[in-house]
């Protein structure tokens, strides 16, 4: 279940059109999603509160197997569209598996003018968390400082990092006080980030690079719409790159450069990816804005090709080869396998992964004595209750994870097993709790 701050960062990026998934870091974003998620470990709560569409405050808290909390405070420039716990789609708040879309040019803001004068300003998030007991404090800044460059700012000061020096020399995993700037740079074709880290010096580069035609702007598609002949089909998406035979879709490949100043080493990355385009044929071309019961009771809701993401990494310093594979192979599952390699060590890993999305069987009929509607509302058809995620691996470790709703809170219960060990069969099991609400009237509806 994604964390109450990282669903509002989303937000932002939506609200002001901001691509993430046009970021080389996210190359293997939908891989991620099924073979690399989170199990909660002991028991953990949220709680969050949006007072006005700018500000929210969000509050945590393990309570097992230590007991220690955090409180945290997010502010924005714009307002935001934060729904409740209650209201909120579960596939806004959980990490799975989807075909990214086509990348287009970001959309920059309206300007905005006063007795000839530019009143608008740049849009900008702000985000503090303190833990406690430990006083750690973590700090980001993020602004758009044009239509196509966005800049950064992440700060970690933990007051332990001095005393506790030796304790990281044992190989103990303290965190450290860092400053990291990033900046990225995207035009939709191409995407580079540049990253320093004040900790150790580090300066690195990423890039990404996405081959053929880009998505046309709202402008642009709601004039070619209009222009169009009336009763002619619209080209699906895939039909630009068409290709004989196989999967239709889009290649992206980008690379990463880094050098530590401090630790006098480099080092260099470099990855590609396959992705099949979603239908913009009718109806599916409408799936952003269409509801379940629309799509369930349309009979010509078909993909004429199953999403598909197809991902390979390669560091020759390192020696590692990645390569996995994702399809939707239904409407409610989800399935990937990755395979890992080192070529100097010939050490090697498979796992496989799977999620499956839980709905709700249609709503209830019409009282067949009163002939009239049930007077307490029923949920609309199909409506998605919980997700289903599993994870296994040649290293023996099995992981499974429910993620879904329980009245008005979001619930995360999750097992790590190692069937290798007869003794000690469960390795950790964990239960997450989180509730969110506002006191904004359109997100109460």
């Not at 900790?199 to 169009?228: C, I, T």
């Not at 379940?292 to 009979?299: A, G, H, I, R, Y």
Request: proline share 7%.
């Amino acid at each position: 279940m994604h964390p109450f701050a990282t669903y509002v960062l989303r937000s932002y990026y939506k609200a002001t059109g901001w691509n993430e998934d046009n970021l080389y870091a996210n190359l293997t974003r939908a891989s991620h999603a099924l073979l690399d998620f989170t199990v909660p470990r002991g028991l953990h709560f949220s709680i969050s509160k949006s007072p006005n569409g700018l500000f929210r405050t969000t509050y945590a808290m393990d309570a097992l197997p230590s007991l220690h909390g955090s409180i945290g405070y997010i502010f924005t420039s714009c307002e935001l569209d934060v729904q409740n716990s209650r209201n909120v789609q579960l596939k806004d708040m959980v990490e799975r598996f989807k075909a990214h879309s086509q990348p287009r040019r970001p959309e920059g803001k309206e300007e905005e003018w006063l007795a000839g004068e530019r009143v608008d300003t740049r849009d900008y998030l702000l985000y503090g968390r303190l833990y406690i007991p430990t006083g750690r404090v973590d700090a980001l800044y993020s602004t758009r400082l044009s239509p196509n460059v966005q800049a950064l700012v992440a700060a970690i000061s933990d007051p332990r990092s001095n005393s506790l020096s030796t304790e990281r020399m044992r190989g103990v995993n303290i965190p450290t006080s860092n400053v990291m700037l990033s900046l990225q740079h995207d035009t939709g074709r191409t995407c580079t980030e540049y990253t320093w880290s004040a900790e150790d010096g580090m300066l690195g580069v990423r890039l990404l690079h996405n081959f053929g035609k880009l998505a046309p702007s709202p402008e642009e598609a709601a004039k070619a719409q209009q222009s169009a002949p009336t009763g002619s089909r619209q080209k699906r998406v895939d039909e630009e790159e068409a290709m004989e035979g196989g999967l239709k879709g889009r290649i992206s490949a980008g690379a990463e450069v880094y050098f530590s100043a401090r630790e006098r080493s480099a080092g260099v990355s470099t990855g590609i990816r396959f992705t099949t385009l979603p239908d913009a044929t009718p109806p599916s071309f409408q799936l952003p804005c269409a509801t379940s019961s629309t799509l369930s009771s349309s009979p010509s809701y078909t993909l004429s090709q199953p999403p598909t993401s197809i991902t390979a990494l390669f560091n020759p310093m390192l020696g590692h080869i990645s390569g996995a594979y994702a399809a939707r192979v239904t409407r409610n599952l989800s399935m990937c396998s990755r395979f890992d390699f080192n070529v100097y060590s010939y050490e090697s890993e498979w796992t496989m992964g799977m999620e499956w999305w839980m709905r709700r069987s249609r709503s209830k009929p019409m009282l067949e004595q009163e002939k009239v509607p049930d007077p307490v509302p029923s949920k609309p058809p199909n409506e998605i209750i919980g997700v289903v995620k599993a994870r296994a691996s040649t290293t023996t470790d099995i992981s499974l994870m429910w993620e879904g709703r329980l009245r008005n809170m979001l619930v995360g219960l999750g097992v790590v097993s190692n069937l290798a060990d007869i003794s000690k069969p469960i390795k950790s099991i964990g239960l997450e709790l989180s509730y969110f609400s506002s006191d904004d009237p359109q997100c109460n509806t």
